[in-house]
């Protein structure tokens, strides 16, 4: 179990944080492979759906996702909940539904996406973090990190200003 809610809990940050990277970052224009895919897009909403009514019923407050699979304000409720008793346990019995939606959430794989992927990796291990350099899909692969843990918090907060096409990870992501 503990394996599932460090998974989980680099799932919320793949979904509240990066978009496609799984250990850490909005604007309506998330580019994702998957959006450009209905299938894809379609089980992503309905993953996230899930995920939102498992999590109010948890207590959290988060909103069902928009027609493109974003949920407004991701970034602020994973900041607020992450270390909290409930958003524990909300990632414990919820966390399965946000696995099922990050699967289906890859960036489009650009050099200029893969820089900013390895450059936030540079970043995480400059702060004590060690996350591998992505892969060639541009994603990052890093379950084992313990999202909760205050040195990732802060190396997450650190790094989360890297940009692209003018946003922050975490613009990219939650689309607000």
């Known amino acids: 179990m503990r394996r599932s809610r460090r998974t989980a809990a680099v799932a919320l940050s793949a979904l509240a944080a990066a978009g496609g990277l799984t250990a850490c970052g909005g604007s309506s224009s998330t580019q994702t492979s998957a959006a450009s895919q209905g299938t894809g897009t ?4 309905s993953a996230l759906t899930e995920f939102a009514a498992c ?16 949920i407004s ?18 990632l414990r019995a919820c966390g399965g539904y946000l696995q099922r939606a990050a699967a289906q959430l890859t960036l489009t794989n650009t050099p200029q996406r893969r820089n900013v992927a390895l450059r936030f990796a540079r970043c995480m291990r400059a702060h004590g973090v060690p996350v591998p ?10 379950p084992s990190i313990n999202q909760p843990s205050p040195q990732v918090q802060q ?22």
């Open 133 to 142: 350099d992505p892969g060639p899909n541009g994603q990052i692969n890093a």
């Open 73 to 90: 304000g991701a970034e602020q409720l994973r900041q607020r909940y992450i270390n909290t008793p409930e958003g524990q346990v909300t």
């Open 155 to 176: 190396a997450m907060t650190a790094c989360s200003s890297l940009r692209l096409d003018g946003r922050t990870l975490a613009q990219i992501a939650t689309g607000s």
């Open 55 to 70: 999590a109010r019923a948890h207590g959290v407050p988060v909103p069902d996702p928009n027609s493109q699979g974003q």
């Open 42 to 45: 379609q089980q992503r909403i």
